[in-house]
């Protein structure tokens, strides 16, 4: 089990944030209300923060405001380790028990980078790309937003203590010698005292009354405006000696009367009302590249921040706003990603047109004719066709066909304790959340709009 044992940050002209198990760094100075709302209400959510803040990251970046979003990392905890989550120029630096380290980069992955790290881990490190963060830092962070340009986490085992007594000497056979106890005297009987001889009684003086105590008053201060949850560096400060003289303390007379003033302007200053801003016009589709594949125009709705969504949506995949009260007004658009794939072995693709599958998916057909894109699957155990499997999409939906490959293709059925074969040539469409097999190396199918 690892706990945080401190969270360092340093200057620069991004923004660094933690909410419970989460750690942000977002790089530049751009737009970041919408990652930092995500993040926080992830954070704030009864979902594992490793699975929830994912599958809404994923589905901020495939969303029509994707290129808005600036360059960011995510640090967040796992059951058993964390999770790093990566796109644009951001790297991540992790340093397991043994001192290996391992390096991330979200600028050379065309979508995002995302991958789990076991609990030998002890410190990750966020930083923009070409940046290398000090060693050590003076400045920490607890919870909350502030300032930053890069982000070190440091976790250490539960049950560390701060100071380690070391371990205990090693027992002999033979007893070290112990002194003997010196022998205690017997006790004596004390002689009883002579009783002492009577004075006669000295009159005592009247007792002086009790010197009044001086106390020292301090005079009011004013209160100190509240700091943002930025630490301030330890030590390198000198120490107050609560019983030396404070200099310049304020006296009765320094002392300014409240002055009472007028808080309504006057209106004769009042400036002239804004005109009201009239609906802006929808900017044109942009014009599909040569030598790509025309977008599927399909029938869809939008929501209250004219995201477009199936028409059977229950929340927004772009923003996450519910659309149970809005109008279901049919618009037909060109139809938007409908998610990822995310492998085995980390690797991730955008669903946003036809694929092929295969070790040699670009000998196909499609491929050549620049109808589908090829999706090259590395299989050292040759269980993968040349040609093994297709990703369609049709409508809203995706499917999944097997093309005559030698060892099938497969789906995990719905209790998850057993693979069903997909028919060849008979398209199979997959749930939000589906796992399938192509020979040996499987794929989850992610989409914001699952659950």
Same mark, same amino acid.
Request: aromatic share 4%; charged share 20%; with cysteine.
């Given at each position: 089990?690892?706990?945080?044992?401190?969270?360092?940050?340093?200057?620069?002209?991004?923004?660094?944030?933690?909410?419970?198990?989460? +750690?942000?760094?977002?790089?530049?100075?751009?737009?970041?209300?919408?990652?930092?709302?995500?993040?926080?209400?992830?954070?704030?959510?009864?979902?594992?923060?490793?699975?929830?803040?994912?599958?809404?990251?994923?589905?901020?970046?495939?969303?029509?405001?994707?290129?808005?979003?600036?360059?960011?990392?995510?640090?967040?905890?796992?059951?058993?380790?964390?999770?790093?989550?990566?796109?644009?120029?951001?790297?991540?630096?992790?340093?397991?028990?043994?001192?290996?380290?391992?390096?991330?980069?979200?600028?050379?992955?065309?979508?995002?980078?995302?991958?789990?790290?076991?609990?030998?881990?002890?410190?990750?490190?966020?930083?923009?790309?070409?940046?290398?963060?000090?060693?050590?830092?003076?400045?920490?962070?607890?919870?909350?937003?502030?300032?930053?340009?890069?982000?070190?986490?440091?976790?250490?085992?539960?049950?560390?203590?701060?100071?380690?007594?070391?371990?205990? &000497?090693?027992? /002999?056979?033979?007893?070290?010698?112990?002194?003997?106890?010196?022998?205690? &005297?017997?006790?004596?009987?004390?002689?009883?005292?002579?009783?002492?001889?009577?004075?006669?009684?000295?009159?005592?003086?009247?007792?002086?009354?009790?010197?009044?105590?001086?106390?020292?008053?301090?005079?009011? /201060?004013?209160?100190? &405006?509240?700091?943002?949850?930025?630490?301030?560096?330890?030590?390198?400060?000198?120490?107050?000696?609560?019983?030396?003289?404070?200099?310049?303390?304020?006296?009765?007379?320094?002392?300014?009367?409240?002055?009472?003033?007028?808080? +309504?302007?006057?209106?004769?200053?009042?400036?002239?009302?804004?005109?009201?801003? /009239?609906?802006?016009?929808?900017?044109?589709?942009?014009? +599909?590249?040569?030598?790509?594949?025309?977008?599927?125009?399909?029938?869809?709705?939008?929501?209250?921040?004219?995201?477009f969504n199936s028409p059977d949506a229950s929340y927004c995949s772009a923003c996450g706003i519910s659309m149970v009260h809005a109008t279901h007004n049919i618009v037909r658009r060109p139809r938007p990603p409908l998610g990822v794939l995310v492998f085995d072995d980390g690797s991730t693709f955008t669903l946003d047109g036809r694929y092929i599958?295969?070790?040699?998916?670009?000998?196909?057909?499609?491929?050549?004719?620049?109808?589908?894109?090829?999706? +090259?699957?590395?299989?050292?155990?040759?269980?993968?066709?040349?040609?093994?499997?297709?990703?369609?999409?049709?409508?809203?939906?995706?499917?999944?066909?097997?093309?005559?490959? /030698?060892?099938?293709?497969?789906?995990?059925?719905?209790?998850?304790?057993?693979?069903?074969?997909?028919?060849?040539?008979?398209?199979?469409?997959? &749930?939000?959340?589906?796992?399938?097999?192509?020979?040996?190396?499987?794929?989850?199918?992610?989409?914001?709009?699952?659950?």
């Amino acid at each position: 089990m690892m706990r945080h044992a401190r969270l360092e940050l340093g200057a620069g002209d991004g923004t660094v944030a933690a909410f419970n198990d989460i +750690t942000l760094l977002i790089v530049g100075d751009g737009s970041s209300s919408a990652v930092l709302d995500l993040v926080r209400d992830v954070a704030a959510s009864d979902t594992p923060s490793d699975v929830g803040v994912a599958r809404r990251l994923a589905g901020l970046l495939t969303g029509d405001d994707a290129d808005m979003v600036p360059p960011f990392g995510v640090i967040a905890r796992t059951g058993d380790g964390f999770l790093v989550f990566l796109h644009g120029a951001v790297s991540a630096m992790a340093i397991d028990r043994a001192g290996t380290s391992s390096h991330l980069s979200g600028a050379d992955a065309a979508t995002w980078v995302d991958r789990r790290l076991g609990s030998d881990v002890e410190t990750i490190q966020l930083a923009p790309v070409g940046v290398t963060p000090p060693a050590t830092s003076a400045f920490e962070l607890t919870t909350g937003v502030v300032p930053g340009g890069w982000v070190r986490l440091t976790a250490e085992s539960e049950g560390a203590s701060v100071a380690d007594p070391g371990p205990e &000497p090693a027992s /002999t056979t033979e007893p070290e010698p112990v002194a003997e106890p010196t022998p205690e &005297p017997e006790p004596v009987a004390e002689p009883t005292p002579e009783p002492e001889p009577v004075a006669e009684p000295t009159p005592e003086p009247e007792p002086a009354p009790p010197p009044v105590p001086q106390v020292a008053v301090e005079p009011p /201060t004013e209160p100190t &405006p509240a700091m943002p949850d930025v630490p301030q560096p330890p030590g390198d400060q000198p120490a107050v000696d609560p019983a030396s003289p404070v200099e310049d303390e304020p006296t009765q007379a320094s002392v300014v009367e409240f002055e009472s003033f007028e808080l +309504t302007p006057d209106r004769a200053s009042l400036r002239t009302p804004l005109p009201v801003e /009239t609906p802006e016009t929808p900017e044109p589709e942009p014009e +599909t590249p040569a030598g790509e594949p025309e977008p599927e125009l399909v029938d869809g709705i939008l929501c209250s921040r004219q995201h477009f969504n199936s028409p059977d949506a229950s929340y927004c995949s772009a923003c996450g706003i519910s659309m149970v009260h809005a109008t279901h007004n049919i618009v037909r658009r060109p139809r938007p990603p409908l998610g990822v794939l995310v492998f085995d072995d980390g690797s991730t693709f955008t669903l946003d047109g036809r694929y092929i599958l295969g070790r040699e998916p670009e000998v196909d057909e499609l491929v050549r004719q620049q109808q589908a894109r090829p999706l +090259t699957l590395e299989d050292p155990k040759m269980s993968v066709s040349r040609i093994h499997a297709e990703i369609r999409l049709s409508g809203w939906d995706v499917q999944l066909i097997d093309r005559g490959s /030698t060892n099938g293709t497969h789906v995990l059925n719905a209790t998850g304790d057993g693979w069903e074969p997909v028919p060849p040539e008979q398209p199979r469409t997959l &749930p939000p959340g589906a796992r399938a097999a192509v020979g040996q190396r499987t794929f989850v199918y992610e989409t914001p709009r699952r659950g």
